[in-house]
């Protein structure tokens, strides 16, 4: 079981902290934060393979982070900067595998989501 917590209401330019626990060891060795804002896709914002890979969408370089998740079974996604267009349910996923050239992704079966956290963005 993946739960996610720390979204919330923030003004343009704020900060949030994302964490994502899992009831499992070693579940969240690869995962990664997909987010989906109203009447769009889900879309993989930071992710940690399978391979030790850090993926991070280019619309959040600079001002997103993902942390490894230790012992503790706790992952974090700090997101910095925040911009309007950042609104949207976020949602943690396990595991991130590469999907074909530089995408990827969870795998098309077998995958554990969280049932998201809501981050809005709003003056």
């Known amino acids: 079981q993946l739960v996610e917590s720390g979204g919330g209401v923030v003004q343009p330019g704020g900060s949030l902290t994302l964490s994502c626990r899992s009831t499992f060891a070693g579940a969240l060795d690869s995962y990664g934060w997909y987010r989906q804002a109203s009447e769009k896709e889900r879309d993989l914002v930071a992710g940690l393979s399978v391979d030790g890979i850090t993926y991070l969408a280019d619309s959040v370089k600079g001002r997103f982070t993902l942390t490894r998740a230790g012992a503790i ?15 949207a349910m976020y949602y943690c996923a396990t595991p991130i595998v590469a999907r074909g050239g530089t995408t990827f992704g969870v795998p098309d079966s077998g995958a554990w989501w969280g049932e998201g956290t809501q981050v809005t963005v709003s003056s």
């Open 73 to 87: 079974n706790v992952g974090i996604l700090q997101m910095n900067d925040l911009k309007p267009e950042d609104t």
